[in-house]
Nanobody, 123 residues
């Protein structure tokens, strides 16, 4: 499974972005997809996870109420809608695949990773 993130860029404080994670290869809909982010000098942080058929959904406390996750299995794509962006959201955002969302914040439990997309929020 090959994952490619897109949709990152520069956005003003309070703005919105939608990231996409598009997969190629076999059995995309057999995998849960997680989103992580890594800011300079910080550990990679779990943001969200979505199960194979849009359930279950987990959202990390740091983004709860601002970020939502969804997937379109027909398009082999998972989306991360990010609203009310803050400078603290500046990071490289990664998507990753595993067989279920259990233990979704554990980076080592994911089998496949994308290359990441940069999100920069300007004050």
């Amino acid at each position: 499974l090959h994952l490619v993130e897109s949709g990152g860029g520069l956005v003003q404080f309070g703005g919105s972005l939608r990231l996409s994670c598009t997969a190629s290869g076999w059995a995309f809909d057999y995998h849960a997809i997680g989103w992580f982010r890594q800011a300079p000098g910080k550990e990679r942080e779990g943001i969200s996870c979505i199960g194979r058929s849009n359930v279950p959904i987990y959202i990390g406390d740091s983004v709860k109420g601002r970020f939502t996750i969804s997937r379109d299995n027909a398009r082999n794509t998972v989306y991360l809608q990010m609203n009310s962006l803050d400078t603290e959201d500046t990071a490289v955002y990664y998507c990753a695949a595993k067989d279920g969302c259990f233990g979704w914040t554990d980076r080592s439990s994911y089998s496949y990773w994308g290359q990441g997309t940069q999100v920069t929020v300007a004050s």
